[in-house]
């Protein structure tokens, strides 16, 4: 891979288009009192529109952004962007972290800053890790693909070759959402070039190997109804862009608003908050990855992997097992969430870390729970030769 520098540069043409089309959005009816029950709140998205509009000022944002150290890895496969931390120890282990959808990589950049220099966190010296955070292909800066068969599979694949780029012959890899798919699909693949696989969720489309359904645990049964149960009230979107995608993306492409509510009713359903977004997540946080996606018109692009690995599912055959040390940290409000035993169907599970707080988007809502815990995981591969 050709390895370049990469600067964020947002057009002032492109600034001055979405604040117009902010202004002459038009908003929907509304039922009285619906709150979050029909989805977005609609006086939360207005709120947050009039904030966008006003005071958000992205450029700010950039900045921060282009603090770190952003790279773009060529090949003829495409374009990856990520942000490179370098490590503030005596011997930092490589590590990737992967997000998922439909955050971007910036969930991953504080996590990324406290595994690479503990110490500027109170932590040791000798914990330190040498981080890439990658973005997903077609999310953010990194290309879109433009034929079909880019899955999760393909993309562990480029991240192997981009760690290789990288001088890296084995590291960690780490991942929530998407992410967790990518690496398990490392670690499937390419287990020989890995120390092991950290996880704070389990692949949607992960499907042990079973003899029929006598094997079933009571505890796996009543999980695979509450999935059930999930996908009905919640899974709307993941089976309209796992089915039908594009007709959903010429919306989202085209209206802030439509891409900002799309978004952000998911940073509120799946964190632990309570109902409260802010508790969380400031309006600068959540209007920095919707501007992510706007500006790189990449949401389009994001649901596509959700139709492609539809077609490449996580269906584990009898002789596919993850068999490198794998952990798990388990937050409370990622849910549905299969048991111990589903997951060690498929998974050498030596860590497993039931967390006191968090969700979904653990490495942006619990940073510092999550850093701990990878940090100890990987206390045992310091000193491999």
Known sequence: MNIRAFEIKVSEDDLVTLRHRLKVTRWPSVVENAGWQLGMDDGFLRRLIDYWRDQFDWRRQEKRLNGY????????????????????????????????????????????????????????????????????????FSSAPTVFGTNLFTIAARWASLMTSLGFERFIAHGGDFGAG???????????????????????????????????????????????EWADSEGAYAHVQRTKPDTLAYALNDSPVGLAAWIVEKFRSWSDCDGEIERRFSMD?????????????????????????????????????????????????????????????????????????????????????????????????????
């Open 69 to 140: 150290a952003h790279y773009i890895a060529e090949d003829k496969g495409g374009s990856t962007h990520f942000v490179r931390f370098p490590g503030q120890g005596p011997a930092p282990l490589p590590i990737v972290l992967t997000h998922g959808w439909p955050s971007t990589f910036a969930e991953q950049l504080e996590l990324a800053a406290m595994l690479a220099n503990p110490v500027a966190y109170g932590g040791q010296p000798a914990d330190a890790f040498e981080v890439i955070v990658p973005s997903l292909q077609g999310f953010a």
């Open 182 to 228: 990518v690496t398990t699909a490392l670690g499937l693949k390419h287990a020989a070039r890995l120390y092991g696989v950290h996880l704070h969720y389990i692949p949607g489309s992960y499907r042990p190997p079973l003899d029929a359904d006598k094997d079933l645990l009571a505890e796996e049964r009543a999980f695979l109804g509450a999935t059930a």
């Open 285 to 385: 946080t959540l209007l920095t990855h919707v501007c992510l996606y706007w500006f790189t018109q990449s949401m389009p692009a994001a649901m596509r992997l959700y139709y492609e690995n539809a077609h490449r599912p996580l269906h584990f055959a009898a002789s596919d097992r993850v068999t490198i040390p794998v952990a798990v940290a388990r937050f409370p409000r990622e849910a549905p969430f299969p048991p111990r035993p589903y997951v060690e169907r498929g998974y050498r599970v030596t860590r497993w870390t039931e967390m006191a707080r968090g969700g979904h988007f653990a490495a942006a809502e619990e940073p510092a729970l999550l850093a701990e815990d990878i940090r100890s995981f990987c206390r045992q591969f310091r000193d491999d030769p």
